[in-house]
């Protein structure tokens, strides 16, 4: 919505340049018509001067209104990926130059005229300074666009290995007959996960064969640097953090100089009173220009409290609407917590209620060009979340025991959330993505 705003001032300038050169052509116009006045050599060669002037700043004007309308469009129904700053700066930069060129030569007065020295010399200086200003400023913008990463093809870079992978273990655990079931595993002998929660207290669930299972080896995991990394034979690992308003003004270039490779960076928030409003983060426009400033690739993620899907997709507009003008280079993430210290809005809903708010989010999510993910951790897969329901759609899940105790397949693990980072005050969360090698 950015440029539509935008284009509201350049038609305004163009209507008053528009008109502008009108009254110059029709003044020059009436002096060419004019058989005394056409006799004044002066009069006839500034008036002819005019008209080339005129003719070439209309067209230039229209070419400036059409790129301004094509950009507007645009953004409502995007064909066209580049970054918003990049543009505002060359758009700008070649506005401020097209004027100082304009006012230039229209102040500029005849060269042979001694009276018009002084004019002339205005005219001229307020030309260069115009247009050296505004081509520098252009070509800031137009490297910007450039060297701005495009949206789509990144995210379907992130996405396409996980696609693949669910969507393979799927297929095999569709394809998978009852006479290929260990012996040990029978209908009447379900596999029961044993596995323990933040507080240590120990649960019993039966593993749900219908979901597709992660195999990755515990040992693959160790220390890197400032956090946990994994290779084998099939993946390998990136290292990144999750941030909020409570990390306070993080030093990402700092940050980045310590390995981080990525980041979500909460978006938003829903209150877990009665009223439930939607809040924006405080720290979410500086910490994902930051980051992604440093180089670090940025997926952000909302904190839901939705009780129905009408407003888990109220959430996902939300979202939508604030990465408006912003690239994402990983996924944006559906967050539904429980609230253990407290009386929530959510304490209520079910399982089932709160699968169908994760369906509704990740749908308004991917329709509008970005990649759905969804937060969890073992209680929440064990109880809440159905995961048959949310098929191709890569799991955030959250444990801090040594190891993952998911059966379940995932792409994120947050496996901490006592990190310890120079550039950033206090604890933060740390997390570890596991990638398909190539």
Request: charge should be negative.
């Amino acid at each position: 919505m950015f440029e539509i705003f935008f284009l509201i001032p350049v038609l305004i300038v163009a209507g008053v340049w528009g008109f502008i050169l009108m009254n110059v052509r029709k003044n020059s116009k009436e002096i060419l018509d004019d058989d005394v006045l056409s006799n004044d050599e002066k009069l006839l060669d500034d008036a002819k001067s005019s008209m080339r002037i005129v003719r070439f700043m209309g067209i230039l004007l229209i070419l400036i209104v059409a790129v301004f309308a094509i950009i507007a469009v645009n953004s409502l129904h995007p064909f066209i990926h580049f970054s918003v700053i990049g543009f505002a700066l060359a758009a700008g930069g070649f506005l401020f130059a097209y004027l100082g060129f304009a006012l230039g030569r229209l102040l500029s007065g005849s060269k042979d005229n001694p009276q018009d020295k002084d004019r002339n010399f205005a005219g001229k200086a307020l030309m260069i300074s115009f247009m050296t200003s505004g081509i520098i400023v252009m070509i800031i913008g137009i490297i910007v666009c450039i060297s701005e990463p495009k949206t789509q093809a990144v995210k379907e870079d992130f996405s396409k290995a996980v696609r693949d992978e669910l969507a393979k273990r799927a297929a095999e655990e569709e394809a998978e007959s009852p006479e290929e079931i260990p012996q040990e595993i029978s209908a009447d002998e379900p596999e029961i996960l044993k596995f323990v929660d933040v507080f240590g207290e120990e649960y019993e669930v039966e593993i749900n064969p219908n979901i597709p299972k992660q195999d990755y080896d515990n040992g693959a995991f160790h220390t890197e640097g400032s956090g946990l990394a994994y290779d084998d034979a099939k993946y390998t690992s990136r290292f990144g953090i999750d941030v909020s308003k409570h990390q306070g003004d993080i030093d990402w270039e700092t940050v980045k100089a310590q390995g981080v490779d990525f980041a979500f960076v909460r978006i938003g928030y829903r209150g877990y009173g009665e009223e439930g409003n939607i809040n924006l983060d405080q720290k979410f426009y500086q910490n994902i220009e930051g980051a992604q400033a440093a180089g670090i690739h940025v997926g952000v993620y909302f904190f839901s409290q939705a009780i129905n899907e009408e407003e888990a997709i109220e959430e996902a507009n939300f979202v939508i609407n604030a990465l408006e003008g912003y690239d994402l280079q990983m996924p944006v993430v559906y967050d539904p917590e429980s609230i253990l210290d407290d009386v929530a809005r959510t304490d209520d809903v079910s399982g089932e209620q709160f699968t169908k708010n994760a369906v509704a989010f990740c749908d308004v999510i991917k329709e509008n060009g970005f990649w759905p993910m969804v937060y969890s951790n073992m209680l929440w897969e064990a109880y809440e979340l159905n995961l048959t329901q949310l098929p191709n759609i890569p799991v955030w899940y959250a444990d801090y025991e040594p190891y993952p105790q998911t059966p379940y397949y995932f792409s994120v693990w947050q496996y901490t959330n006592e990190g310890t980072l120079e550039g950033i005050d206090g604890p933060v969360d740390l997390n570890i993505e596991l990638l398909i090698k190539q």
